[in-house]
């Protein structure tokens, strides 16, 4: 698993994480190592305050963490 852009670094690991928040990377380990599915991957980060707002998987883990609590209303484009 990667947690870098680097090409050298990407190109060896099986998965590469990009995101924001350090603790993004426990959602591939969870789902691969530990045999979780998403939805109960997406309750435990719940569970401790944080929503995955957006994962897309493709070779690279896209995650977007925000805190439970933040507002819901969407920002406006421009701003």
Same mark, same amino acid.
């Given at each position: &698993? =990667?947690?870098?852009? =680097? #090409?050298?670094? /990407? &190109?060896? $690991?099986? !998965? *590469? ?6 603790? $993004?990377?426990?959602?591939? +380990?969870?789902?691969? +190592?530990?045999d979780?599915? !998403?939805?109960? +991957? #997406? ?8 929503? +995955?707002? %957006?994962?897309? #998987?493709?070779r690279?883990?896209?995650? *977007?963490? #925000? ?5 819901? $209303?969407?920002?406006? %484009?421009? /701003?």
């Amino acid at each position: &698993m =990667a947690v870098s852009e =680097a #090409r050298h670094v /990407s &190109m060896v $690991a099986k !998965r *590469t994480i990009l995101s924001t928040n350090a603790l $993004a990377v426990l959602a591939p +380990i969870l789902e691969e +190592i530990v045999d979780r599915e !998403r939805p109960r +991957i #997406r309750e435990f980060f719940e569970s401790h305050g944080l929503l +995955i707002q %957006e994962w897309d #998987r493709v070779r690279t883990d896209w995650l *977007t963490l #925000r805190p439970a609590a933040q507002d819901l $209303a969407p920002i406006a %484009e421009g /701003s």
